[in-house]
T-cell receptor, first 112, second 115 residues
Framework: GQSLEQPSEVTAVEGAIVQINCTYQ??????LSWYQQHDGGAPTFLSY????GLEETGRFSSFLSRSDSYGYLLLQELQMKDSASYFC?????????????FGSGTRLLVRP | SAVISQKPSRDICQRGTSLTIQCQVD?????MFWYRQQPGQSLTLIAT?????????ESGFVIDKFPISRPNLTFSTLTVSNMSPEDSSIYLC????????????FGDGTRLSIL
């Protein structure tokens, strides 16, 4: 089976940098995705790592290390609007349906 | 990216009744999924809606409780049957193109409360 663990909550100051970790136990997957969800809103896609290494998209970067069963989302120049829940997710390799298995989620609170 | 419309956006229902949630996409998509998200929790996949055939359910979810239809490549429904307070949750529809590097896109969800 698959399980993806994240810290339940992270607090940071506006303008700072924060890293949200995702550690996983899975028999194999195609890539690691990150989604953002504001309260009352739909999850929206942020980043995808098909291969090991760093992917950068504006203020957001994501990293994957398959050998360490670990990934993270890095948010730079934090803004108040970044306060939201963040989920890592994988598509299991043994399944052809393109479904996603989501991590436990991290609630990020950005303080002034 | 695909535009996904979910109806209703929210509802309050009586115990023992059923509610059907609709998901409409503005373009043809290969994959459609239904998730449940309980308050403050992560997303749990209920089933994959297959066009023209029975849905594929995840462990812990059964067709009698969550019947799903997908008559074409742009539309799907999820019914929550014989509801109890434990079914109070957000139900989310998502779509995927079938390409491994393309993200899933989600509807705004249906917030369901059972009295």
């Amino acid at each position: 089976g698959q399980s993806l663990e994240q810290p339940s909550e992270v607090t940071a100051v506006e303008g700072a940098i924060v890293q949200i970790n995702c550690t996983y136990q899975t028999s194999g997957f195609y890539g690691l995705s990150w989604y953002q969800q504001h309260d009352g809103g739909a999850p929206t896609f942020l980043s995808y790592n098909a291969l090991d290494g760093l992917e950068e998209t504006g203020r957001f970067s994501s990293f994957l290390s398959r050998s360490d069963s670990y990934g993270y989302l890095l948010l730079q120049e934090l803004q108040m609007k970044d306060s939201a829940s963040y989920f890592c997710a994988v598509r299991p390799r043994m399944d052809s349906s393109y479904k996603l298995i989501f991590g436990s989620g991290t609630r990020l609170l950005v303080r002034p | 990216s695909a535009v996904i419309s979910q109806k209703p956006s929210r509802d309050i229902c009586q115990r023992g009744t059923s509610l059907t949630i609709q998901c409409q996409v503005d373009s043809q998509v290969t994959m459609m999924f239904w998730y449940r998200q309980q308050p403050g929790q992560s997303l749990t996949l209920i089933a994959t809606a297959n066009q023209g055939s029975e849905a594929t359910y995840e462990s812990g979810f059964v067709i009698d409780k969550f019947p799903i239809s997908r008559p074409n490549l742009t539309f799907s429904t999820l019914t929550v049957s014989n509801m109890s307070p434990e079914d109070s949750s957000i139900y989310l529809c998502s779509v995927a193109t079938g390409r491994s590097n393309q993200p899933q896109h989600f509807g705004d969800g249906t917030r369901l409360s059972i009295l």
